[in-house]
Nanobody, 124 residues
């Protein structure tokens, strides 16, 4: 079992930055691939970024590529999402997720554990 708790969300103006964190507890964090997803009101949950267990493979949605950076600290058992040049369309609840395999996926149904989410609101 893995417990995930996101933090770092908030209200920011367009063009600003936020850094999300996801603290993991439970089983060995370093053996899990991790991902960030987001869900805006009235929309389906969508993939944002993912990282393999060893952090040498990262993947991004086209909509965030070049603006967001996913990283992990396997000593601190923490996943991060650095978000720069934020846009109003980035407004959503952001979720971190853990996959019980070492390689990540862009599909939310392939993740085993989820946090409760943190709200990110970008004003224009």
């Amino acid at each position: 079992q893995v417990q995930l708790v996101e933090s770092g969300g908030g209200l920011v103006q367009a063009g600003g930055s936020l850094r999300l964190s996801c603290a993991a507890s439970g089983r060995t964090f370093s053996t899990y691939a991790m991902g960030w997803f987001r869900q805006a009101p009235g929309k389906e949950r969508e993939f944002v970024a993912a990282i393999s267990w060893s952090d040498d493979n990262t993947y991004y949605a086209d909509s965030v590529k070049g603006r967001f950076t996913i990283s992990r600290d396997n000593v601190k058992n923490t996943l991060y999402l650095q978000m720069n040049s934020l846009k109003p369309e980035d407004t959503a609840v952001y979720y971190c997720a853990a996959r019980g395999l070492r390689w990540s996926s862009v599909r939310p149904d392939e993740y085993d554990y989820w946090g409760r989410g943190t709200q990110v609101t970008v004003s224009s």
